[in-house]
């Protein structure tokens, strides 16, 4: 069966520090992967997309960037943190060429001060 | 600009209580409506993929059903362990990357 892992689960940094979250995938191969971003009294909001290695779009302007290293691994990342980057961050992963149910990992609670 | 707006945003409910949730969505061209749960602190479970009106779908007390505009999550006797947020999305044909518009969720307590 297929698991997805996301670490760390919880992440305090200051205004201005780099930040880098992984996301890994088990039990299948060429996954689509997404990056979503869940903020209070909000709906959760895509933020990037993958349908293979090194293929990344970007669905909104924003303060982050992601990367696809390897199959089944998904990074966020940023250089200088936002106080408006605190959220819920949920990475999401579908069948190859499935454009039907995403499946979510347990996510990472970011918070920036 | 396809959209999703669920209701109520929280429902109380007494054990064994039957109710209904709604999701309401404006898109272009379905490609397919999908029920999450979501406990707290916890990424959202999959629950349902629903694909055309007159579409049903059931897991234990809960069943999920979808017309043209749009869907109900229906909850038979609930019990106190169903308590979450219920989250609606769909995906529309003109959707770049597969991407799943969310409705902000309806918030289910129920209590014994």
């Known amino acids: 069966s297929q698991t997805i892992h996301q670490w760390p689960a919880t992440l305090v940094q200051p205004v201005g520090s780099p930040l880098s979250l992984e996301c890994t995938v088990e039990?299948?191969?060429?996954?689509?992967l997404y990056w979503y971003r869940q903020a209070a009294g909000r709906g959760l909001q895509l933020l990037f997309y993958s349908v293979g290695i090194g293929q990344i779009s970007s669905e909104v302007p924003q303060n982050l960037s992601a990367s696809r290293p390897q199959d089944r691994q998904f990074i966020l990342s940023s250089k200088k943190l936002l106080l408006s980057d605190s959220g819920f961050y949920l990475c999401?992963?579908?069948?190859?060429?499935?454009?039907?149910?995403?499946?979510f990992g347990p996510g990472t609670r970011l918070t920036v001060l | 600009e396809d959209q999703v707006t669920q209701s109520p945003e929280a429902l109380r409910l007494q054990e064994g209580e039957s109710s209904s949730l709604n999701c309401s969505y404006t898109?272009?061209?379905?490609?397919?409506l999908f029920w999450y749960r979501q406990d707290p602190g916890k990424g959202p479970e999959f629950l349902f993929t629903l694909y055309s009106a007159g579409e049903e779908k059931e897991k234990e007390r809960l069943k999920a059903t979808l017309t043209k505009k749009e869907s109900f999550l229906h909850i038979t006797a609930p019990k106190p362990e169903d308590s979450a947020t219920y989250l609606c999305?769909?995906?529309?044909?003109?959707?770049?990357?597969?991407?799943?518009?969310f409705g902000k969720g309806t918030t289910l307590s129920v209590s014994s």
């Open positions: 039990g299948t191969s060429n996954p689509n």
């Open positions: 999401a992963w579908s069948a190859e060429s499935s454009y039907n149910e995403q499946f």
């Open positions: 999305a769909v995906q529309g044909f003109n959707q770049a990357g597969t991407a799943l518009i």
């Open positions: 898109v272009s061209g379905l490609r397919g």
